[in-house]
C-alpha cells in the first residue's frame, strides 16, 4: 500500500489550481483534476482528504478506509 501526502502553501483565495498524479518513472498519469481554493473569509487552514483505489487487491482497500477512519492518515 503506497500513501503519500502533499501541503500546498501560499495559495491564493478564490484561485483555480489544476493537479494531477502519476508516476513520471514510467509516464503513467491519471486526467487533470482541478480545485478552486476557498474565499479570503475562510480560516487560515482547509484541509481535503482525497484517496482512490486501484481495485488491485480486495483487501487493500478496506485497510486504507479504517486507516482514514482510525485517523491514521490524516
Known amino acids: 500500500m503506497n500513501m503519500y501526502a502533499v501541503e500546498l502553501q ?3 483565495p478564490e484561485t483555480v489550481y489544476y493537479y ?10 491519471s ?16 484541509q481535503w482528504l482525497i484517496f482512490g483505489d486501484m481495485g488491485t487487491t480486495i483487501p487493500m482497500g478496506k485497510t486504507v478506509t ?9
Open 10 to 12: 501560499n495559495l491564493q
Open 31 to 46: 486526467s487533470q483534476y482541478f480545485f478552486t481554493t476557498p474565499p479570503s473569509t475562510t480560516p487560515d487552514v482547509v
Open 20 to 29: 494531477r498524479c502519476g508516476n513520471p518513472s514510467v509516464n503513467a498519469w
Open 66 to 74: 479504517d486507516s482514514i477512519l482510525r485517523g491514521l492518515l490524516v
